[in-house]
């Protein structure tokens, strides 16, 4: 069954956010601390290795309340149940968005055009799970005989962010390949990725859901090329690998049917880590932490499907996001790890949330009337700290911030968590703080600066505070743990794309610029420039044409 549709603003909720919000907006944090003993512990979430602190957010319990009424209205609940359920949610696409059921247990039954899609999920699993075992010990074999080294991926957008993000983050459960990732059409980043590489040890992985993406394609033929260049036609099937849902399409590209992971269409580019796309994860750790991957997204699954919305990660995190979006009309939101590992997290969210719900027209196809997808962005800290955080404290936006910590580090060097940490916990204390004049001014005093200097400071470092931030704390990076934190953020996602009334697991945005390009390479190709280009790209193009 089709989603519902509603416009938000027309629910009784929104009406009593907005008048909630007229009182909520000028309280400052730090009053809301005072004034509520209890407010720590009943904004706090506990879950499995999850502690998540929301109540340094600009929320009473009674916002919370009313955004639940919100979610109640728009029957977030049956939602729920038609995503898990494979229902078309998918509507301008006609497809279920079933990326949950790449990681759930063999004996669920999840039935899409009345079949049960589990046992594929599982056999294309146990697949990964015996070419990866073959790999890493070195019984698949590169042509000439020796062992594969080196794993290239080819593939872009949703067949690249997500295994490269994966792998760069879990790096310390890698084994011995080294992992590659060739994602642009730009040949210098192929050429850079394999200048160093033996071809009787690598392999390449082609990674396309529809296996038309220029990108990938491209980089795909000329690193064949490169490769028969020293290697007979023979090596490619010890050498290329494919994921797709094109089958026919791979195999005129000259690989082997047996060499082909194949992905359904129900399995959004975004989210398909989970699927055969996450092959070279599973190459890079080994399939067993691969496995744990998915274990950990799916207990993320259960928790979102079967917990209140008053006890619900992804429900409050995504209804937080909704009030600063549409209430206080913040733009942005940071991400913000306290580990370098989670260096590539910002931008594989980027698309992951940008891409769903960056979208202006309803479910009914009518121009929204209320702010929808917000802009993410974000840097480990403490590096960030050092960039650009001094808009966050002091700029004149309102950036809530999601900050992402573990309990234990990796490699054990307390001394440097410990820093990081306090750095962490710091950092959440001084947004919601501030600094007071009264603070500034007894802190200058204690220098030995005159009255006025002391005059012509103070405004300059006085800081309003105030600034919303989430803690998460979780134990320990792990592949589990990182399974349930990327799904939480897709069940984020979700929820925010039920309560704007929007689509979003299509992408048609992304299309329009694919087309031109098309076009405008013939041209330049052919050297005869089309006339129907406005005055500036006519330019432009002419003079790439004149001097490259
Ligand atoms: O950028 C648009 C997009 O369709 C993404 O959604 C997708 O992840 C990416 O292109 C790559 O597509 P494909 O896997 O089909 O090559």
Known sequence: MALKSTNPTTTDAWKKLQAHFEIIKSKHLKEMFKSDAKRANDLTLKWDDFYVDFSKNRVTKETIDLLIE?????????????????????????????????????????????????????????????FTNAVVSGTHKGYSGKAITDVVNIGIGGSDLGPAMVVDSLQFYKNQLNTHFVSNVDGDHYKEVIKDLNPETTLFVIVSKTFTTQETLSNANSIRTWFLESQPKEAVASHFVAVSTNIESVKNFGIDEANIFPMKDWVGGRFSLWSAVGLS???????????????????????????????????????????????????????????????????????????????????????????????????????????????????????????????????????????LMSNYFAQTEALMNGKTEEEVLAELNEQSISEEEIKQLLAFKVFEGNKPTTSLLIQKLTPESLGKLIAMYEHKIFVQGIVWNIYSYDQFGVELGKQLAKTILTELNSGSLSVTHDASTKNLLAYFRENC
Not at 96 to 124: W, Y
Request: aromatic share 10%; charged share 20%; glycine share 8%.
């Open 70 to 130: 919100l979610a109640n209205e728009l029957d977030l609940k049956d939602a729920i149940s038609k995503y898990f359920d494979g229902d078309i949610i998918n509507a301008t696409e006609g497809r279920a968005v079933l990326h949950t059921a790449l990681r759930a247990p063999k004996e669920a039954v999840v039935l899409v055009d009345g079949e049960n899609v589990i046992p594929e999920v599982h056999a294309v699993k146990k697949k990964i799970e015996e």
């Open 281 to 419: 994860i599973s190459l890079a750790l080994g399939y067993e932490h691969f496995e744990s991957l998915l274990d950990g997204a799916h207990k993320m699954d259960e928790h979102f499907k079967s917990t209140d919305f008053n006890e619900n990660i992804p429900v409050i995190a995504a209804l937080l996001t909704v009030w600063y979006n549409n209430f206080f009309e913040s733009e942005s939101e940071a991400i913000i790890p306290y580990t370098q590992y989670l260096n590539q997290f910002a931008t594989y969210l980027q698309q992951g949330i940008m891409e769903s719900n960056g979208k202006s027209v309803d479910r009914e196809g009518n121009k929204v009337n209320y702010q929808t997808g917000t802009i993410i962005w974000g840097e480990p800290g403490t590096n960030s700290q050092h960039a650009f955080f001094q808009l966050i404290h002091q700029g004149t936006k309102l950036i809530p911030t999601d900050f992402i910590g573990y309990v234990e580090s990796l490699h054990g060097n307390k001394d440097h968590h410990n820093k």
